[in-house]
């Protein structure tokens, strides 16, 4: 028989104590850090530093580096068969690919480097006149021996040079070879468009879509 605990003399339940939900202070709660959007895929993307080196590219491409992903130039077919009907982000994509295969040859990825017996520093390779001459924010060797700052230039370089010459190479000492030896070199032209054209960003689209099954 249950009691009626409205009865007097009834026997009386204590109260039950309000359960709190609220986390100690020693502990906190951690949210996952925000995922970086996809990066294109560099031939320097095994270096420290390299996601900023890519994101400064990339940056640098959607403003003073604009002329760059507008122009198809004439030889674009030797470099990035895709990239005519590409988008814009492949487009740029492209352009931070095509400036690791050349830092290859010029630093090997070496942002720090000095050559020429002290006339050209950083990933590019640039000699520091050459950078003020193109109103770069980056006008001494120190300057250019930061990667994200010597990016920055070459991409201002390029946007001058490849619509002023139509090409990204050119006899002559054109588009880009009017200021980067490498470019002046068969076999490091190859080398640098055979790597480019193995990249998605590169590929038609039908040569990345999966093949039907028989």
Known sequence: MVPDLAKPGAPKIPPVPAISLALPPSIQVVSPPA?????PRTRWQ???GNAMWTRTALSALKSHGKPLVDIVPADIADWCPAYPTANEADRRAFWVGFLSALAKHESTYKARA?????????????LPATARGYKCNAGTGEDLQNGSANLSCAVRIMA???????VIYG????????????????AKRMDMSRWLKRQSYCKPLDATRPKARP
Not at 35 to 39: D, E, G, K
Not at 114 to 126: E, F, H, S
């Open 160 to 166: 001058k040079t490849v619509p002023r010459d139509g």
């Open 171 to 186: 006899q002559g000492g054109r588009g880009v070879a009017a200021d980067w030896g490498p470019m002046r070199s068969p």
């Open 114 to 126: 000095v050559g020429g017996g002290g006339l050209w520093y950083g990933l590019l390779q640039i």
């Open 35 to 39: 995922r970086s959007p996809n990066l």
């Open 46 to 48: 095994h270096q420290r």
